[in-house]
């Protein structure tokens, strides 16, 4: 399984950016796309994560509104939509997967695609 996150970039705090990651190899209907983030300093944080049938989203409760996961089977990638940045959502964003559904632990993930960089300027 290969993953690349993209759509990162430099934004202004309020804006709204769309990452997208895209999937390539055989991933089982059982399996969970999650998205994690690590901001400089920090240790790496669960986001949000959905099954790869397209369903069950769940997220970290501190980011449950502001973001949005969709994605999965239908079109091998999955998005993270994430509204009102502010600064302290500056961070890498890494796309993963897991064997298993509902997991936020970044162990529980076990293929991983590089990051994408996210900075919010105020």
């Known amino acids: 399984v290969q993953l690349q996150a993209s759509g990162g970039g430099l934004v202004q705090a309020g804006d709204s950016l769309t990452l997208s990651c895209s999937v390539s190899g055989r991933i089982f209907s059982s399996s969970t796309m999650g998205w994690f983030r690590q901001a400089p300093g920090k240790e790496r944080e669960f986001v949000a994560g959905?099954?790869?049938?397209?369903?069950?989203?769940y997220y970290a409760d501190a980011l449950k509104g502001q973001v949005t996961v969709s994605g999965g089977t239908a079109m091998r990638k999955v998005y993270l939509q994430m509204n009102s940045l502010k600064r302290e959502d500056t961070a890498v964003y890494y796309c993963?997967?897991?064997?298993?559904?509902?997991?936020?632990?970044?162990?529980?993930?076990?293929?991983w695609g590089p990051g994408t960089q996210v900075t919010v300027s105020s």
């Open positions: 959905i099954r790869w049938t397209g369903n069950s989203a």
């Open positions: 993963a997967k897991s064997s298993r559904c509902g997991n936020k632990a970044s162990a529980d993930f076990d293929s």
